[in-house]
């Protein structure tokens, strides 16, 4: 199995773990409008380095930063895209890191996906909402 398959396989796994688990949770049935699955992947095609979560707002957990990040969502309408910059000075290094988001909130379907150049413009750009490192 190729390192490629292999990834698609993990994130496959996930997903469907999510998926279960979000049938099943209490907490998620009662407030199925605030959730999103996050992954994360550092480096190009040659490396793989990946890691997800499942981000629930409701009361905000299963994220390192859950509390922070479910906040600045709901400022930004769950639009991703539409969290406020911070100011940073970030270096030119190419470092790409690369995001996905998949869920629901507020009742409509979130999915979004960028590439950074590297972390800190990820961090300057979306908050804490990729912060999945702690």
Not at 9 to 27: E, F, N, Q, S, Y
Not at 71 to 90: E, F, H, N, S, Y
Not at 126 to 132: D, I, K
Request: glycine content about 10%; overall charge positive; proline content about 6%.
């Amino acid at each position: 199995m190729t390192r490629s398959s292999k990834t698609t396989a993990v994130r496959g796994a996930l997903l469907a773990a999510a998926a279960l688990l979000l049938a099943t949770a209490t907490p998620v049935a009662a407030s199925p409008g605030d959730w999103l699955y996050l992954t994360l992947t550092r480096g190009g095609a040659s490396v793989d380095d990946s890691r997800g979560t499942l981000l629930l707002c409701d009361p905000p957990q299963g994220h390192p930063r859950a509390a922070d990040a479910c906040a600045q969502l709901r400022r930004a309408g769950g639009d991703i895209g539409r969290i406020p910059a911070k100011d940073a000075i970030c270096t030119m290094q190419y470092a790409p890191v690369t995001v996905h988001a998949r869920g629901t909130w507020d009742g409509r379907p979130v999915a979004y996906e960028r590439t950074f150049s590297n972390g800190c413009v990820l961090a300057a750009r979306t908050g804490s909402v990729f912060a999945l490192e702690g």
